[in-house]
């Protein structure tokens, strides 16, 4: 992307329809921009004066360079005033004006042609439908919101520019702050990976937040944001989390994989933290900010009420902390100091009848231990308590000892005033404990992220002439692929067993003559997929009952279906299930991320108990190791019960040419290997299936 100096911080700002008219959309931007610390030049052809600022007729009569033009006139002139801008040299446009890519194809073609206007002239270009940008340290307010942010270290993007005006309005009330805040709009140029990778070098910007409703280029975000969380948490929240929108697959891997996990793991291999709602969001947003990452695992609880500290024992047994161990030296020095009918093993609790000075001790000696790495303040209000006091005394010591502090000082309106002394001091306040918990765990969550070491895919001798060669060949019959997948496979490095295809009983009597042993036999369709359902597939065959095996899965296939194509009946040789174990490895293409890759138990119950798990391809070696340890069935693959382990070494490799494939070739669309047998000799891909889109061939 262009440079986008000036976009947040500029000196001269131009607003293209902007006016005096009350109840208008230009007059509330020129309102808002009051307070802007730069020049503000309103662009009106009927005004020689805006709010004070002296206006221009047109684009073209600009004559000091333009930093920011914020553009809020209809459609069709607002295309030709950013084709002026850019003519002017203006690289930074927020194009406010709906009646693009939202307003059907008429408006989707006059956005396509903004955006080639803004490719054209190396525009920064946010929108159309935008509610426009705002960045506290200019005071600067390009909205046409009814509030200004407070300043703060978060960062924020949205694609509704609703929810912008309602949590910037919230956030005033919560004494919570921003830097920037940008309103996507329809994202015609700028997305939200441009965006991170324009916070990931403002110092100001301590966290960035979104709320997005989808991810243009999955590929690239994840990409972006595995380099900007290194150093700046991202945190986000996505809508349309349901299955009702995703798309239609045929396939047991897109039947499985649906366009929510695929977020799931785009988000996740990004070190991203994934908020389930706007509560959340900024839960973690707060804590992110104002509190250090823990360096152990080790969580402290101090309380003065037992129901409140059972609560949080109870959340941090769900979450990614251990009950802190205290040291001996703790435990006595508690016990010295605490009286008795205290509880000094954790959670701690000092009694409901402590003081300021009570509590206060019991803190000190607990963020001492080196066991405890994060730490739980809660209280009920009592008479001889004064918040204010605790809260003063909490906020000193989390400082003293740079432990990750959360409280839940509970109560109403006496909390309001320490509650904003902690929050001055990075230190959140919920009234319930287990928002404290997910918050600090959120702490661990992105500490664990920044240790994350990003390996590059591993090449391998592949022949790519052969897949396409199969592609084209097997697509002028079918976009679905069955046996021809088999050579595809082999083309990548996959084994599979020895096969053919053949169309009549003598043929395949000569094949399974040349196999040792009995043989495995499947109807050879484009039009049946499921091949088991109807009795398609027949196992352990001898040589003896070729024929009739031949003649009899040719009836059933007929019976089922009368017009599908037979394009013969594969033959096989068996593989040994008694010592493996049928897995899935499959692939579904979706639409934001791409190649969506799934593995798990495989077999006939894949769909039944869905034990999967899913990555965005290309994978490396490391992440094919991971994505095995996730699934539930990952014992049985490392040797359960005394028996032998499967060749992980094999599996791994499996995954990752199967990675590569699906990347190299982006027509295919769905893929399925089920099952691939596992065993201690190696993996076999047994059965095989994809879905291709020819006009990408």
Do not use: C
């Amino acid at each position: 992307m262009p440079d986008a100096i000036g976009l947040f911080d500029p000196d001269r700002v131009a607003v293209v329809g902007g006016t005096d008219s009350e109840g208008s959309i230009g007059r509330a931007i020129m309102e808002n921009l009051e307070s802007f610390d730069g020049t503000v030049l309103p662009v009106n052809p009927k005004k020689e004066e805006v709010l004070g600022h002296t206006a221009v007729s047109s684009v073209e009569e600009i004559q000091d360079p333009i930093d920011l033009a914020v553009v809020v006139v209809p459609p069709k002139i607002a295309i030709d005033a950013t084709r002026e801008l850019g003519a002017q040299g203006v690289t930074n446009v927020v194009v406010i004006t709906a009646g693009f890519g939202e307003a059907g194809s008429e408006g989707a073609t006059r956005e396509q042609e903004l955006s080639k206007i803004a490719d054209e002239y190396e525009m920064n270009l946010v929108g159309p439908n935008s509610l426009g940008v705002m960045s506290t340290p200019d005071n600067l307010n390009a909205t046409f919101g009814p509030s200004n942010a407070i300043p703060g270290g978060l960062s924020f993007m949205s694609q509704s520019g609703a929810f912008i005006t309602a949590v910037v309005d919230w956030a005033i009330d919560q004494g919570i702050g921003f830097n920037d805040i940008v309103s996507l709009g329809n994202k015609a140029v700028l997305d939200e990976s441009d965006f991170i990778e324009i916070w990931e070098s403002d110092p100001n910007t301590e966290v960035i937040l979104g709320y997005l409703e989808g991810i243009d280029d999955g590929r690239a975000f994840i990409d972006n944001a595995r380099s900007v969380t290194k150093e700046t948490p991202i945190i986000l929240v996505k809508s349309g989390r349901t299955e009702a929108g995703a798309q239609a697959a045929s396939s047991h891997t897109g039947t499985i994989a649906g366009s929510e996990r695929a977020y799931e793991a785009g988000l996740d291999q990004a070190g991203v933290l994934r908020a389930e709602n706007v509560q959340e969001l900024f839960d973690y947003a707060q804590i992110l900010e104002g509190q250090p990452v823990p360096d152990g695992d080790g969580i402290a609880v101090i309380s003065n009420a037992g129901g409140p500290g059972v609560m949080a024992t109870d959340a941090i047994g769900e979450s990614n902390y251990d009950m802190a161990s205290f040291q001996d030296e703790t435990l006595e020095t508690l016990q010295d100091t605490l009286p008795e009918g205290a509880n000094i093993y954790n959670p701690v609790d000092v009694i409901g009848d402590a003081d300021n000075e009570r509590f206060k001790a019991a803190i000190d000696i607990v963020l001492s231990d080196k066991n405890v790495q994060a730490a739980m303040v809660l209280a009920s209000p009592i008479a001889v308590l004064d918040y204010e006091t605790l809260a003063i005394d909490i906020s000193t010591l989390q400082e003293k000892y740079e432990t990750p502090v959360a409280t839940a000082l509970m109560g109403g309106e006496r909390i309001q005033n320490p509650a904003d002394t902690l929050r001055e001091h990075g230190i959140p306040n919920y009234f319930d404990p287990a928002r404290a918990v997910n918050s600090l765990d959120a702490l661990m969550t992105y500490r664990d992220n920044t240790q994350i070491e990003y390996e590059t895919p591993e090449p391998f001798d592949v022949d790519k002439e052969k897949v396409q060669e199969i592609l084209e060949t097997a697509t002028k019959r079918s976009n679905r692929l069955g046996v021809e997948a088999m050579g595809i496979l082999d083309a990548y490095g996959i084994e599979t067993p020895t096969s053919e295809i053949v169309d009549s009983p003598q043929d395949a009597r000569a094949v399974a003559a040349e196999i040792t042993g009995d043989v495995v036999m499947k109807i050879v369709s484009p039009d049946i997929l499921h091949k088991s359902d109807i009795g398609g597939v027949k196992v352990g065959v001898p040589e003896s009952g070729v024929k009739d095996a031949y003649e009899d899965l040719l009836t059933r296939a007929k019976n089922y279906q009368p017009d599908a194509r037979i394009l013969g009946v594969q033959l096989q040789e068996m593989v040994d299930l008694d010592t493996g174990i049928e897995t899935i490895l499959g692939m579904n293409r979706d639409p934001q991320f791409g190649p969506l890759l799934l593995f798990g138990l495989g077999g006939i119950f894949v769909e039944i108990l869905e034990d999967t798990t899913v990555r965005v391809a290309p994978i490396s070696e490391r992440e094919a190791k991971t994505m095995i340890g996730e699934i539930d069935s990952a014992p049985l693959l490392r040797g359960a019960r005394g028996n032998d382990p499967v060749d992980e070494t094999a599996l791994v490799e499996a995954m990752q040419r199967l990675s590569l494939l699906v990347t190299d070739f982006p027509a295919i669309l769905e893929l399925d290997i089920n099952p691939l047998v596992v065993s201690p000799d190696g993996v076999q891909a047994v059965d095989s299936r994809l879905t291709v889109d020819p006009d990408k061939l």
